[in-house]
């Protein structure tokens, strides 16, 4: 009782080694689950390079089939994408990602690469009409027609933005932007503030805009309006028809024949 | 002038942009006008391939489906589809029109859409005389442009087509009178060909 109670000096003693205990105990504790979950993660992870190994062919020809295993994939954190020329930096992810390029011959890797090889030529191939603003839908039409060399390719629009991240470490520009419900990849860099969004936003959801319909909508003023318009147009983003009462701008994202 | 009926029985499948408002409005932004003009000159070309027409009369073509989509309720303008043309023959536009009698400024403004050139014409023309083994034969202009050999768009088998008609086609057949000389006429300089007779007996051989 009275050593609980702790009222003598000793109970200082008493205190500090049991908070010692509690201390080990908890790190021992720890580095447990750290190794049952280590070995878990590991298992699973050979599982799923078996998995790869075993689908690649269904891997690479059904696009639902590869969103689907891209996703799994990202969710215990091995990325198809990374680490294919990463050998074995740190025991870690590098040393997956390396086995995992070992395990598909590259395969998975290839595959994103000749998209992103493929998306740069659609996105090129527009640039002129859409001002480098081209939704990552059509993108994906154009690559099915596939006009280049090798006849289209079946993807997903996952594959699509997985593939325009590939072009990251190459600093090229390429990246997926947001405007309105629908992503579109810009191939040009350089920012939509937030005016211009909300009109290509405006025109998504309305077809076209006029200065005026802006201005009822979003209670912009008319200079406003029109200085927004005018910034789209020299950065053709938008083009113009004359031929109806108050001059109409569309988005050439609706109209996609591209040059060969 | 009134457009030849379509010779094929498929129709002819106009491109998204037709379908799109503003491509009826020349852009003011040099660079979307450039990637319209472009856009324009392949639809013009096509239709005219589509038609097997060669020549075009603006006033007229104005209002023929080329210009004017009646579903749109929108035309391209006298004077933006005069900027078309003129930009298709120029270099950058690839000389794929060339204005007949005074160009613009002539009233009608008429070209040739050149959907092949008459160089392009006269490897066709070679191909086929190859492919056939009409080589050094005499033939008449007449039976070259009307006659039934040319007829039947001369199915070709694939591995004897010529690069340049690859489609193996023989558009020529039925072809205008005045291009058809032209293209002889390449053959000519080059040595290819002798063009011999008088206005309606006209005869050609090909080495």
Known sequence: ????????????????????????????????????????????????????????????????????????????????????????????????????????????????????????????GSRGGNGGLLGVE????????????????????????????????????????????????????KELNTDQSRVLEAIQVLGYVTASMLEDNLGWEHARAETVIEDLLADSLVWVDLQAPEKEYWSPTSMNDFED | MAPAQPRTAESFTYPQSYSFPPFFTLQPNLQTRLSQLRKWSRLIQRYCRHRHVFKLSLVAALDTPLFKNAELRKRLSVNDALQ????????????????????????????????????????????????????????????????????GQGIVPREKRSKSNAHGMLDFHGMDAELFHRSLAVLVKRGKAQVFGSEDQQGVKFF
Not at chain 1, 105 to 114: A, I, K, P, R, S
Not at chain 1, 139 to 165: N, T, W
Not at chain 2, 92 to 107: L, M, Q, S
Request: hydrophobic fraction near 40%.
């Open chain 2, 84 to 151: 078309v043309v003129d930009w298709m023959t120029r270099d950058e536009g690839g000389r794929r029109a060339e204005w007949i009698d005074g160009g613009v400024e002539a009233k009608g403004g008429t070209t040739w859409v050149y959907w092949k050139r008459p160089e392009e014409w006269a490897e066709v023309i070679v191909g086929w005389v190859e492919d056939t083994g009409q080589k050094n034969t005499v033939l008449t202009l007449y039976e070259l442009m009307n006659g039934e050999m040319t007829v």
């Open chain 1, 138 to 189: 059509e993108c994906k039409e154009q690559v099915k027609k596939g006009r280049g060399i090798g006849g289209g390719m079946d993807v997903s629009d996952d594959d699509i933005l997985r593939a325009v991240k590939s072009l990251n470490p190459l600093g090229s520009g390429f990246s997926i932007v947001t405007v309105g419900s629908k992503q579109m990849i810009r191939s040009i860099p």
């Open chain 1, 1 to 124: 009782m009275s050593a609980r109670r702790g009222v003598g000096l000793s109970a200082f003693q008493n205190r500090s080694s049991l908070s010692t205990s509690y201390a080990t105990h908890g790190a021992s504790l720890r580095s447990t689950h750290l190794s049952s979950l280590q070995t878990q993660l590991s298992v699973f992870q050979s599982l799923l390079h078996n998995f790869a190994l075993q689908h690649a062919d269904t891997i690479k020809s059904n696009p639902s089939f590869r969103a689907e295993f891209a996703r799994m994939c990202n969710a215990i954190g091995v990325d198809p994408l990374a680490g294919s020329n990463v050998k074995g930096k740190g025991a870690g992810k590098g040393a997956i990602g390396s086995l995992w390029a070992k395990v598909l011959g590259g395969d998975v890797n290839d595959f994103y690469f000749e998209l992103a090889v493929r998306v740069v030529e659609v996105c090129r």
